[in-house]
């Protein structure tokens, strides 16, 4: 990657945690945290690697993307949006009644959400039936996942991990949004998330530690995961929790936050100054 | 179609009336959970093993991983026991298939106190329940063969999420090809004029016709309906029986709450009708082990508990 090309997905980045802030903010509250950690994977997936047509949304042999950590909608609309899925306008419908745009992702309702979730655990599931019913159409599309580390205290994640193992799914690339945070606290005050790497390569995983926030070593991972031909991949990206909205930053409260337009406006000018210093 | 006669039991009919679907329509797979000798999804792996998947002891998985198959153009039929293909995966059933509006059948075998010998543990009394909480499932249980290999095939033409309550073993043959075997009609199995015994399931119907019999004898006549598609409800068939009848026993193989017997309660109450009703369920409790036999005198579901309950209403 040139340095032209990582500039172009640093200002995409930029550009979609604006508009993910002042979603959340039309609404006036929302999940900030985990949504704010994935957007520059979600940037790297949708502007550089998934084989995807924006005006065909429903396109059989596209590759597909479940967001199990469902939650996180909000940042997968504001990158949705900038491919030109739906009118960005939408945006500011999040959660109002009658909206295309629920928080949790809903395949009846957003173009280009790829599967329904919310209830944590299913998505990857789901994920493992899509790349295996892509292996058998004998398509080359992939599936990608991202499952929240909190989420990974539930079984079923478990469950479909040790599946997609057994049946050497390497067209499934899993994401484990390492930010050791969830609701009610950090992840290794509840229940820690250790040894992830290990545990997935138990289970018959290819399993890679990246930056979450760095776009080269995203691509060194995604490439990696791409050229893994005899099992699938899991890419455990550390990530900060609420990552560029700076008020939510470092602090325990920032799964789902009240952000008001104004709070909205001095985090997007104070995000722009900490972007312009680096 | 093939001869019903081949089959030896409820679940080779079953298994029998996918593979006769799969052979016309490649958009089907099966999904099982480590109980296919059980149902004998063993022989669909044998006729399309790469349309066979044994997911293991992981049903919540299954369910999902069947949401994800349908999202990419497949036709899944999963299968476990019915307490565990209700109840184990009940919000994967909800929100990956229900509320994603995936076309998903289930097949939970040994409904009630079918499940016999494996008792309480693996005795549905609740999924009826349950599955009528998800708004968009079939839910059917045949009585005899032809008409569980006929439902099946209509169920796959239909395109929306079942739930089947099957026995795997036994094979009644009740009805011949001049029967009118159709999802969602309730089968007149007698007529009668004094009073409606409703009936789902193979061995409840054996009992409700059984009871019309016994009736006879008292010159009551007792109209037989086998209510074999639970969702959508026959309100037409069951209206009329009420106004013609006046009286209804509803026959369930589970719990009352939520059960067949509170819905066409329901029902009639809303539309303004009031005929005496009786109820043969298994009343609130547990189940518990022993023979179909014994556990449907223990809990009240012979014959004779039919007759007394239409005694109680004449």
Redesign the interface.
């Known amino acids: 990657m040139n340095k032209q090309e990582i500039q172009f997905l640093k200002e995409k980045a930029l550009d979609t945690r604006v508009r993910l802030i002042k979603e959340i903010a039309s609404f006036g509250q929302g999940h900030i945290g985990g949504s704010m950690s994935i957007v520059d994977l979600l940037v790297y997936l949708y502007f550089r690697e998934m084989n995807i047509r924006p005006e065909n949304p429903q396109w059989a042999e596209r590759d597909r993307l479940v967001l199990s950590k469902g939650h996180s909608g909000p940042a997968l609309y504001a990158v949705l949006a900038e491919k030109g899925y739906f009118d960005e306008s939408l945006l500011s419908t999040l959660n109002q009644g009658g909206t295309t745009l629920p928080s949790h992702c809903d395949m009846l309702k957003t173009p280009g959400i790829d599967y329904t979730a919310g209830s944590l655990g299913q998505g990857i599931s789901a994920a493992v039936g899509i790349a295996l019913g892509q292996r058998l159409k004998g398509w080359k599309a992939r599936t990608f996942t991202i499952v929240g580390d909190g989420e990974s205290q539930e079984g079923q994640v478990w469950e479909a991990v040790e599946a997609a193992g057994a049946w050497k799914l390497s067209n499934l690339t899993g994401f484990t949004d390492l930010n050791g945070q969830q609701l009610d606290d950090y992840t290794d005050a509840i229940i820690p998330m250790k040894q992830l790497k290990e545990r997935y390569e138990t289970f018959g995983w290819k399993a890679i530690e990246a930056n979450g926030h760095d776009f080269p070593d995203l691509e060194r991972a995604i490439e990696e995961a791409r050229n893994t031909e005899d099992r699938p991949t899991m890419i455990i990206l550390h990530t900060k929790k609420s990552y560029g909205f700076i008020p939510g930053e470092g602090i325990k409260s920032n799964h789902s936050m009240p952000i008001s337009m104004e709070t909205a406006d001095k985090a997007i000018k104070d995000l722009f100054e900490r972007e312009r210093d680096v | 179609m093939r001869d019903i006669s081949e089959f030896q039991n409820y679940k080779d009919v079953v298994i029998g009336s996918i593979i006769d679907l799969a052979e016309v329509h490649d958009d089907i797979?099966f999904l099982d959970s480590d109980l296919s000798s059980c149902i004998g999804s063993t022989s669909f792996q044998k006729e399309f093993p790469?349309?066979f998947?044994n997911?293991?002891i992981?049903e919540?998985?299954m369910?999902?991983?069947?949401?994800?198959?349908?999202?990419?153009?497949?036709t899944p039929f999963i299968h476990s026991f019915g307490c565990f293909a209700s109840r184990r995966m009940y919000?994967?059933l909800f929100?990956?298939i229900g509320?994603?509006?995936r076309t998903v059948h289930v097949i939970g075998s040994d409904p009630g106190i079918t499940a016999q010998y494996n008792g309480g543990t693996h005795m549905p009394f609740e999924d009826i329940a349950l599955m009528r909480q998800i708004p968009n499932f079939v839910i059917y249980e045949p009585s005899d063969a032809l008409s569980l290999y006929k439902l099946v095939q209509q169920v796959y033409k239909r395109g929306e999420p079942s739930y089947l309550r099957t026995p795997r073993k036994g094979m009644t043959r009740r009805y011949d090809e001049s029967t009118e075997i159709e999802l969602g009609k309730a089968i007149t199995v007698r007529e009668g004029s004094d009073v409606t015994i409703i009936a789902t399931g193979v061995f409840l119907v054996d009992h409700a016709i059984k009871a019309a019999d016994d009736l006879l004898k008292h010159r009551i006549k007792a109209r037989v309906l086998d209510l074999h598609t639970i969702r959508p409800l026959d309100t037409e068939t069951i209206m009329k029986a009420a106004n013609d009848t006046g009286k209804l026993i509803i026959c369930e193989n589970g719990r009352y709450a939520g059960g067949v017997g509170e819905m066409i309660s329901s029902y009639l109450i809303q539309h303004d009708l009031a005929p005496r009703i009786r109820f043969i369920n298994v009343g609130d409790c547990f189940g518990e082990v022993g023979s179909l036999d014994y556990l449907s005198k223990r809990f009240g579901m012979t014959s004779g508990d039919i007759c007394k309950k239409v005694f109680e209403i004449l």
């Open positions: 797979v790469s349309r998947f997911c293991g992981a919540a998985n369910a999902c991983i069947a949401g994800g198959l349908s999202s990419v153009g497949f919000d994967q929100i990956s509320y994603a509006h």
